[in-house]
């Protein structure tokens, strides 16, 4: 989930142009006397709908006509000579998403509890998005405009979710209609114009699982190497989703699908030279098995989809830890302290900071914080909320905390009950960190964990 991207939907209005949000000094930018609130509007006449239009119709051009709204109303004509690889200083606006025609049976919105901020409610299905953070699309609604922006503007690649390549359980998944949730022709300009696919199943028992994601694999895998990969994530569901007609993942269901996926995967392998079908890591976690080791992954396709993090985090904290093994821990920080996380990977960081402590003498522990907030099977890091960590304080232990930073919005230290960093930090009487997977060893070798971020 990109919240940050989604969040202006709530908020803006859509106008004309694109608006700047900033000027760098003394650039091309402040030459052209364009200041924050100012839209460009159009460009060689062409019209401008958001940063990306603005990149796409002034790369590589040296000879520039410039239609701007300032911000005090008057429209201005700005013409101009630069070099071609001159950048012109200008921050832009966030993209306004578009928003979603569907009612997916499984759709997150509907897990939300009434109280969650409004942007969680967004429900965004846009192209743009895709290209840029790796959003899931599901192109049903997609306009001939986007199918030929995606084209023209090389906005490669896209993340489709696809859920099922059987039209029946697709439309039944996606609560449209058969003629929306046929994507075939779509999938194929696209494919055909060199556009690359990333493409998503989530996985909801009884219904898109068995023959029908069997089936599913090989339609897409038939398309590989324009379809580069496919991630197979679980249905997640709140205490708030009370539909019945979705049935909760289990540990059983998740060690079924890990055994049936190994020999898909062996085939394709060797097909391939690829798996191409990859489960979420959460799969392996709740099944109880191991995470696969690294040449499963290849490139790490669809890491941001959790797809093959706790790998790559594993082998970088075991990375790390040979580092300090040949170069000294004296730089490491002994300061005793907390490293909150979700129960899912709980066990699986227990037993990488078990071996820190005991080989250099740090004092970390690690608390798997339930989730109250959302309650239902969500077990994930990202999703603990503020109220979540205060439940879990009496196991504080030492001077400072580590939170997963994903908790967090990406522009404010707020976390999705509401909640901000500093009254969580002000309660629990220490400071927070809020660090990503890849911050946590870095943090570990190397702040004073006495001041927060
Ligand atoms: S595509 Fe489905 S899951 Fe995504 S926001 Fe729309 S309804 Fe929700």
Known sequence: ??????????????????????????????????????????????????????????????????????????????????????????SFDQIVPRQCANECLFCFCKGNPTDAR?????????????????????????????????????????????????????????????????????????LDAGIEIHAQVVLCPGINDDEVLLKTIHDLAAEYPRITSMAIVPLGLTRYNTDTRLTPVTPGFCRNVVHQLATVQEQLRSRLGTNFAFLGDEIYLRAGLGIPGRSHYGEYPQIEDGVGMVRSFHDDFARTIKRLERNGADHLSKSPGTIFTGTLFAPVLQKLINKLNARFHTQLSVVAVANGYFGGDVSVAGLLTGRDLLAASEQLEGEFAIIPKQMLKSDEAIMLDGMSTAAVEEKLGVPIHAVDLSGLTNLLLSVDTNQSD
């Open 118 to 190: 409004p942007s969680l409610f967004v429900r965004d299905e846009d192209i743009r998005l895709s290209f840029l953070y790796g959003n899931y699309t599901t192109l049903t609604s997609i306009t001939e405009d986007e199918l030929q922006r995606i084209i023209e503007q090389r906005l490669t690649p896209q993340y489709v979710s696809v859920h099922a390549t059987d039209l029946d359980v697709r439309a039944y998944l996606l609560g449209v209609d058969k003629e929306r949730a046929d994507i075939g022709e779509k999938l194929k300009r696209l």
């Open 1 to 90: 989930m990109y919240e940050f991207a989604v969040a202006p939907a709530v908020t803006n209005i859509r106008r004309r142009g694109v608006e700047i949000s900033e000027v760098t000094p003394e650039s091309l930018g402040a030459e052209m006397d364009l200041e924050p609130g100012d839209r460009i509007i159009k460009v060689n006449g062409r019209v401008v709908r958001d940063y990306l239009d603005f990149r796409f119709h002034t790369a590589g051009e040296t000879e520039l006509l410039i239609e701007v709204r300032k911000k005090t109303g008057e429209d201005w004509e700005l013409e101009l000579e630069r070099a071609e690889d001159e950048d012109f200083g200008f």
